[in-house]
């Protein structure tokens, strides 16, 4: 079935450091690929998605290109800042299962000035 | 637009007693979803809805009921709470169901105890 990996966390990061979360996903059609990131306190909120392969979603400084060879996902931003401290979840929705969304299981980003 | 509303924000039940969480969207999305959040689970779809009168189960439905008379809302029935059910509960609104590529909108949540 569908699955989505992510990178353990807790992530504490310096303010302007460059951050990576992983992500690798298990589909069995085509799917599309999102991050979320969610303030504490707070619904989850879209951060970027790709919708086919080799596609890069990108917003407020994130990054992720869709990799279909390494089925992978993986976040990342240049230079962080406090303001970024959320927790950040990998998700998936497969053509094949086209109401079902599947994430990973959220990765927490502290960022320390 | 509000987006996508839940009522309440948090909730204290003891085991056995049962109650409704509130979902509304206005945006006129056909699909919507709810979600538990549990510590290192990330998020378990628990029944969602591609129209009014038509729900479908997800990942974790046991002793949850659904329902969806009209487009706006989808509200979430616990019969017997019980403490295993608690956790944050996240509505999601998308426009079209069985369009995989779209995107899902998220409610704020209602974080559930359960004695």
């Known amino acids: 079935g569908d699955s989505v990996t992510q990178m353990e966390g807790p992530v504490t990061l310096s303010e302007e450091a460059f951050l990576t979360i992983n992500c690798t996903y298990t589909?069995?059609?085509?799917?599309?690929l999102f991050w979320y990131v969610q303030y504490p306190g707070e619904g989850l909120q879209l951060l970027l998605k790709?919708?086919?392969?080799?596609d890069k979603g990108s917003n407020k400084g994130f990054e992720a290109t869709y990799r279909k060879e390494t089925t992978s996902f993986h976040l990342e931003k240049g230079s962080v800042q406090v303001s970024d401290s959320a927790v950040y979840f990998c998700?998936?929705?497969?053509?094949?299962?086209?109401?079902?969304?599947?994430f990973g299981t959220g990765t927490s980003l502290t960022v320390i000035p | 637009n509000a987006g996508v509303t839940q009522t309440p924000k948090f909730q204290v039940l003891k085991t056995g007693q049962s109650m409704t969480l509130q979902c509304a969207q206005d945006?006129?999305?056909?699909?919507m979803s709810w979600y538990r959040q549990d510590p290192g689970m990330g998020l378990r779809l628990i029944h969602y809805?591609?129209?009014?009168?038509?729900?479908d189960q997800g990942e974790v439905p046991n002793g949850y009921n659904v329902s969806r008379s009209t487009t706006e809302d989808f509200p979430l029935r616990l019969l017997s709470a019980a403490p295993s059910q608690t956790s944050v509960y996240f509505c999601?609104?998308?426009?079209?169901?069985?369009?995989?590529?779209?995107?899902?909108?998220f409610g704020p949540g209602t974080r559930l105890t359960v004695l």
């Open positions: 999601a609104s998308r426009p079209r169901a069985w369009v995989s590529t779209d995107t899902q909108y």
């Open positions: 589909a069995t059609g085509y799917p599309s």
């Open positions: 790709a919708t086919k392969a080799d």
């Open positions: 998700a998936l929705s497969d053509s094949n299962t086209g109401n079902q969304f599947y």
């Open positions: 945006m006129n999305h056909e699909y």
């Open positions: 809805s591609v129209g009014a009168g038509i729900t």
